[in-house]
């Protein structure tokens, strides 16, 4: 099992740029989830899914769009990039049911937006 | 929605001595808390969780403690080692998990 699998691990954008995160599991997870990593912050929890066709709002959605088309992958979408997203952002999925609600991170996508 | 803070930011203990890092949640409906070690470069992983229903779960040399009516929860590392540093991160609830913003340990040798 490859796990959380993310592209790119690096990215540099312009502002107003779009691009999309890539983000596939390989667990049969049916939630995954994106946060956002800035110094003295800690993760900020920007958009999750509970199962494919469902998805919710996290903590600091705004300037983000995600679909979940299948278990699989959970793509981030920026629509159009500013500098106050240049962060760390990171995919998370986790077991549905039972006692263990563990996530699971993506090994991370660094992004600087200029 | 829930809010997590997280005390203090930055610790610097002495190799073998303990630690304790607390952590403070909003949301009373909360019932997960799990605790995350981030080393430098890389990403999050699990080293404890405890479920509301339970006030105490140890592991090796790392606990958690959980006061549901405080709604205050905290992990102690004893006999602290160097591999102990790093960035440590509180949480309140599951997959959607809102995080404290993190406590960076320093272990002297």
């Known amino acids: 099992n490859a796990g959380v699998t993310q592209t790119p691990k690096f990215q540099v954008l312009k502002t107003g740029q779009s691009m999309t995160l890539q983000c596939a599991q390989d667990?049969?997870?049916?939630?995954m989830s994106w946060y956002r990593q800035d110094p003295g912050m800690g993760l900020r929890l920007i958009h999750y899914?509970?199962?494919?066709?469902?998805?919710d709002q996290g903590e600091v959605p705004n300037g983000y769009n995600v679909s979940r088309s299948t278990t699989e992958d959970f793509p981030l979408r920026l629509l159009s990039a500013a500098p106050s997203q240049t962060s760390v952002y990171f995919c998370?999925?986790?077991?549905?049911?039972?006692?263990?609600?563990?996530?699971?991170f993506g090994s991370g996508t660094q992004l600087s937006v200029l | 929605g829930e809010n997590v803070e997280q005390h203090p930011s930055t610790l610097s203990v002495q190799e073998g001595d303990s630690a304790v890092i607390k952590c403070t949640y909003s949301?009373?409906?909360?019932?997960?808390f799990p605790w995350y070690k981030q080393e430098l470069g890389k990403r999050p992983q699990l080293i404890i969780d405890?479920?509301?229903?339970?006030g105490e779960k140890k592991d090796q040399r790392i606990a958690v403690t959980l006061n549901k009516t405080a709604k205050h929860f905290s992990l102690h590392i004893t006999e602290t080692q160097p591999e102990d540093s790093a960035v440590y991160f509180c949480?309140?609830?599951?997959?959607?998990?809102?995080f404290g913003a993190g406590t960076r340990l320093f272990v002297k040798a």
């Open positions: 949480g309140a609830g599951g997959f959607k998990t809102i």
């Open positions: 899914s509970v199962g494919a066709g469902i998805t």
């Open positions: 949301d009373s409906a909360s019932n997960y």
């Open positions: 405890i479920r509301s229903n339970v």
């Open positions: 667990m049969n997870h049916e939630y």
């Open positions: 998370a999925s986790s077991y549905s049911g039972g006692e263990n609600e563990k996530l699971f």
